[in-house]
DNA sequence: CTCTATGCAAAGCTTTTGCACGTTA
DNA sequence: TAACGTGCAAAAGCTTTGCATAGAG
């Protein structure tokens, strides 16, 4: 099934509407590589319709979290970042405190960790919404 | 070494001057349980010194963050914590989403996290700026 | 006595909200 | 044709900044 159906169908389980705006911003974040912010979604969507305004953005991206279609990111900036993992398991991202890149780290090194958490706290982490900061090997390379 | 006493000297290195007002924060920093907001700081300290401006609070963290006397923690909601660690190790933090109490982690648990991520990604890990969102116990009882 | 720090007020930035008008199913 | 969605404008919330004055060393 492709992403918009999914979307539409989710949509329909709550009698929302798939609309020609919120095609777009699907389309949009499918056809990007890695995380981007509210903002960079608003460049790309005002090239195509800019009548689009920035909250129609946020409040689509909001219904698309909520349907797991795309995964939020926290990052250093003030601003969010948002992925689209489509029928991908949602991962971990590592964000470079000196250039900003974002990397992806394997779901599998988090395995002990959560199950140690678990025991320990009853705290059950969601992987999927958080960044680890850190420094890059290019950057450790440049200091 | 007594905290200000650190701070004083870390300023001096800078050609920075230790005021009453950074001393005020410190103070009341260092008499918190676990991370507290920018504001909590503010409310705090206007208790004790009605003139102190938000700016000042600002200001006097970020000095306190590069030294590592301080150490800034996100959160779900959209402003910064920080805590007070002093001389200690800095520790990583999990927020829950739901009543956005912070806990503690145990350190020793992201030691082999740490060594596999350097040794996959070259990525090096800054765990004292890192936060684990998830589900704690209390409230996944309550669901 | 010099250079830094503060308070004040205003602006910045991301995100949210209220409302009248369009649009979808 | 009844909800629902959108654009617009304004506000909210946290944080930063410019500037004149006050204060530390």
Redo the contacts with the bound molecule.
């Keep these: 099934m492709s992403c918009e159906q999914l979307f ?1 169908e989710q ?1 329909g389980k709550k ?8 095609k777009l911003v699907l389309e949009i974040l499918h056809h990007q590589e890695g995380p981007v ?3 960079m979604v608003y460049d790309s969507v005002h090239q195509l ?1 800019p ?6 953005i ?3 991206l ?1 219904l698309l979290k909520e349907f797991g279609i795309v995964q939020q990111i926290q990052s250093n ?4 970042y948002y992925e689209h993992t489509g029928t991908d398991q949602p991962h971990v991202h590592m964000v470079c405190q000196k250039c900003g890149k974002i990397f992806i780290a394997d779901q599998k090194l988090f395995e002990k960790l959560q199950k140690s958490l678990e025991k320990q706290l009853g705290f059950i982490p969601d992987w999927s919404q958080m960044t680890i900061p850190g420094i890059c090997e290019t950057c450790r390379q440049q200091a």
Tied chains: 1, 2.
Excluded at 77 to 80: E, I, K, L, N, T
């Design positions: 539409r949509l009698g929302l509407r798939l609309t020609s705006q919120r912010s509210a903002e319709d009548q689009l305004d920035r909250s129609t946020y409040r689509t909001d900036d003030r601003s969010s």
